[in-house]
Structures are given as structure tokens and as C-alpha cells.
């Protein structure tokens, strides 16, 4: 079977708008998360989310461009503009038939349903926008990436909430890995901040209400009550390795293991048991050819809920054994929010930079231990370590779990 390494990534998130600057601050113990400035939240419970900094659409994109995509796919088009950059791969000669697109949304366009629903109930369907379609699907995000890039491969989102983008990143590492296509963009945007995405989430009660940024997104934490929203894409250029090697690319890190179950529970808990979580992490270990005792870090799900913190944990320990407490494990929505369909882009890149640098971003502002969670979650610091393999896994409602394993490149 074919090697895959990883060439090129990029990301614009809580943190920041761009991996160094993302990476920088989460070693830093940056908290991301803070009060709601992008809309009036006086109507709802929650008013704090992971929202980007310093950002403005203007600043990268013009008029006319804003005006005919949503948020969510201007937020992919960075991310994966960053990726482009640093794989220079397209300064090469490359079949665009061979170049796959696996990139994804939770929700899609959100913004355009909110406001287009809203004028056909006001003004009438006959007022509603011709962009309203092509603005909202979710597959809209990969369309416009492979339209600007000129990417011909399959063009393929695989949708399966929180766990989207992770799921999309696998799929293309098994494509690339079986010889199907050479070269991949995966990845996954959200932009779900607004009165009805947040809205939508408090209504089942899946939010904190904490209003205090400090204690609102702190997964594994005994006062843990719900997690908070965050917003952003991530992307990462997936290559056959000797292509990536003929043409001088800096391979970052190297795809080795892939596994994905589905719990057949419940719509949104997780089966307690954490019999399907353990079997994604058991499969992806055997595909990577590796034993449980070689993974060093996790970046976990950890999305500072009850239940899912638990179960993840349990699944963890089931998968790795004796070991589980050897391996350090954090949550990066700590700082950046649940990014739903983007968490698994934007988290694989911190677990490739963990990778990558020998060093483990922390849980932040974990200040108060469960005593039902007895693992090691990296509490507010950064810790130094070899890190060889690497591991991020997701959890979306419906019951998908879904795990990827990264290696440290050679020579690293």
C-alpha cells in the first residue's frame, strides 16, 4: 500500500488566522473563548463562543465576493489557500483528475438559511435570493475550492457532524492510499455563530451558560456543563509520498491509521458503553501497523460535556489498556470551541504540530479534577515530550466516531 504524507496545512480559528499564530497561542495557554461581539445575543442564554479575532471578510475577499458565498465557504477558501501555500504544490505539473477534494461542513451556510428562511416568511419566496442554494449546501465549500484551484478528482464531503472533517481527512487517506487519486485537499469550515445556530444548540441544552470565559469550555473538568461554540476551517494537503518526495516537498508528517464506527445509540448521546469508540481507535491502530503502547498524544474530542467527556475517557481506556495513563491528552476546544464540522481539520493539525514540534498544547483553565476521569488531560501548561504518533479523534452526533493516526516525518 501507498504511504501518505501530509505537505501542507492551514487553519483560521479563536486562536488565530493562521497555524503558526494558532499553535503559538495554544502553547501559550491563550484562552480563544470570549463574550459574542459578531451579533446581539440578549434574546438567548448563551453569549459566550470561540469567534475569530481581529477578522474582517473585507480584508480578504471583495464585495462581490461576500456577497455571493457565505461565511462558511470564505472560511474554507483561507484555510485551504494557506494549505496551497505552504505545499507548493500547485507551482507543479500535476493530473487534476488525480487532485481529490474532501472538504466539508457540519452545517453549511448557515447565515444564508437564517436570513433567506427569514425573508421568504417577511417578504414572500418570490423575494428570496438566487444565491440562497448554492450559498447554504454544505458541498458548496469543496465546490469552491476545487473551482479556484482547478481540482478535477473527486470532489466529496462526507458529512457526519463533529466528526465531518476528520471522516473527510480519512476517506482521503484511504483514496490516496489505494491508489485512487495522488494528491488531496481535506478538511472542513463551520460559521454556525448566530441567533439560530447558538440558539439551536441551547435548545438542547448542549451549551454552557457560564458567563465567564474562564469556565465555560472546560472539558474533563468536574464542573464541566455543556460546550461552547467556536467558529473557523481548517485544511490539510494530502500527498502519495513519493510524489511528495520527487518534487522536494516538505512532507510536516505522515498519515498512517484510519478508523471509523458508528455507535447505533442515540441521536446525540454516546454510548455509554464506549464499545464503538475503543473499536475506531483499535481499527486505526491496526491500520497503522502499531501497537497501543507507541501512541505518545491525543488530542481528544473533550468537549466539555458530561457525558462525552466520560465515555471518551472509558473508550480511551478500553483502546489503551495499561497505557492509556502514559499517554498525554488534551482538548484544544478549550480554547478554540467545538468547531463541528471543522473540529476534526482544525484538531488534526494541532495533533500534527504536536508531532512535529515535541510538544503537547494544554486543556486550559482544567483547574478542578473529576475523580470519574483519571487520565492524564495536560491541565493548563504545555508539556515537552517525544511525540511519534500522534492520535485525533472525533465524536458527532448520531453516534460517528472517527480516529487518525499521525507520524512524525522522517528525519524529524
Known sequence: MRRVAVTGFGTINALGL????????????????????????????????????????????????????????????????????????????????????????????????????????????NRMSPFFIPK????????????????????????????????????????????????????????????????????????????????ASIPFDKERNGFVMGEGSGALILEE???????????????????????????????????????????????ANINYNEVDYINAHGTSTLLNDKTETLGIKKAFKDHAKNINISSTKSMTGHTLGAAGAIESIFAIKATKEDIIPPTLNLNIPDPELDLNYTPNKAVKRTVNYSVNMNLGFGGHNAVLIFKKAEGL
Do not use: W
Not at 503559538?24 to 459578531?38: E, L, Q, R, T, W
Not at 464585495?63 to 483561507?78: K, Q
Open 18 to 125: 493562521n497555524v503558526d499564530e494558532t499553535f503559538k497561542n495554544a502553547i501559550n495557554g491563550v484562552n480563544g473563548i470570549d463574550y459574542i461581539k459578531g451579533f446581539d445575543t440578549s434574546r438567548i442564554k448563551v453569549n459566550i463562543a470561540g469567534e475569530l479575532k481581529n477578522f474582517n471578510l473585507e480584508d480578504h475577499f471583495d464585495r462581490s465576493e461576500i456577497r455571493r458565498n457565505d461565511r462558511v465557504i470564505l472560511y474554507g477558501l483561507l484555510a485551504a489557500d494557506e494549505a496551497f501555500k505552504q505545499s507548493k504544490i500547485m507551482d507543479t505539473n500535476f493530473d487534476p483528475y488525480r487532485f481529490g477534494v474532501y472538504f466539508t461542513s457540519g452545517i453549511g451556510g448557515l447565515d444564508t438559511l437564517e436570513s433567506e428562511i427569514s425573508v421568504r416568511a417577511t417578504k414572500g419566496p
Open 136 to 215: 447554504a449546501i454544505i458541498n458548496m465549500v469543496g465546490g469552491a475550492i476545487s473551482i479556484k484551484y482547478g481540482l478535477k478528482g473527486p470532489n466529496t464531503p462526507i458529512v457526519t457532524a463533529c466528526s465531518a472533517s476528520t471522516n473527510s481527512i480519512g476517506e482521503a487517506f484511504r483514496n490516496i492510499k489505494h491508489g485512487y487519486i495522488d494528491i488531496a485537499i481535506a478538511g472542513g469550515a463551520e460559521a454556525p455563530l448566530s441567533e439560530t445556530g447558538i440558539g439551536g444548540f441551547a435548545a438542547i441544552k448542549a451549551l454552557s451558560t457560564t458567563d465567564d470565559p474562564n469556565r
Open 241 to 287: 509520498y513519493e510524489h511528495a518526495k520527487k518534487r522536494g516537498a516538505n512532507i510536516i508528517a505522515e498519515i498512517v491509521g484510519y478508523g471509523t464506527t458508528g455507535d447505533a445509540f442515540h441521536i446525540t448521546a454516546p454510548d455509554e458503553t464506549a464499545e464503538p469508540i475503543a473499536k475506531a481507535i483499535e481499527f486505526a491502530l491496526k491500520e
